[in-house]
């Protein structure tokens, strides 16, 4: 498998954590994209089909990305409710998409980590920069504000630090004309839709999907997955970040 780690845009030292949770980043997204490519060799040899569950919709993929978070920590849940005035009502509070407990901090203390997910596309044909760039800002905006609201509702934790992860997961498709994007254009458009905000920090893994693997849907083919990964954190001696 050809995965590629980006950490250009990835300060590790801007956030408490920032290499741990790089680590904890890279092993992730390498899960996820090991349990996809499980996933389309044992139904190729069931079906005939090498289908990859990576394309499929945000909701389709849960049981592959709690799959990946298994193979780091068994302590995980999907849809993990919290709020830090309601725990009366607990059902009716903010929910995560993912949230796990690894001791993989410093000293082996223990962090949460909180984990919004997105799906996104990128049309690698479009010879209009403007129309490459447009097509998934909304969703990154989206991701960004709502790892944002994570931190700034989330309840104190004794003795743990909390880590916010925002994936977005990007297929970068094309048909059979001409190509005038790759996937370093795409990590360039998801940096530039961080905003200014020095606590937000990018990290990106990318598969270059094989021949063999049967990623396409309607005329399309998928070129790549690029994972991309926005981190910020909360902790109790860096209070500023909230």
Known sequence: MKITLDKKYYKSDAINNGGIVASFFEKLATNIFKQSYKYATKNKEITGRAELPLIFSERNIYSTIAVAINEITPIHLSEWAFNPSEYSNIEKSRRVDFWCLNRDGKNENPINYFIEIKKGWYCLNKASNEAFQSVINKDIIELVQQTKDLKSISPEWDDVDDIFLGISIIHGYY????LYYNEHNVRENIYQNLGTDLNLQLITSTWHIPSDIESQWDKSKC??????GIVTN?????KQQI
Do not use: H, L, P
Not at 175 to 178: G, L, M, Q, T
Not at 234 to 238: A, E, G, P, T, V
């Open 175 to 178: 048909d059979d004309n001409k």
């Open 223 to 228: 070129k790549f997955v690029t994972i991309a």
């Open 234 to 238: 909360k902790s109790k001696d860096n």
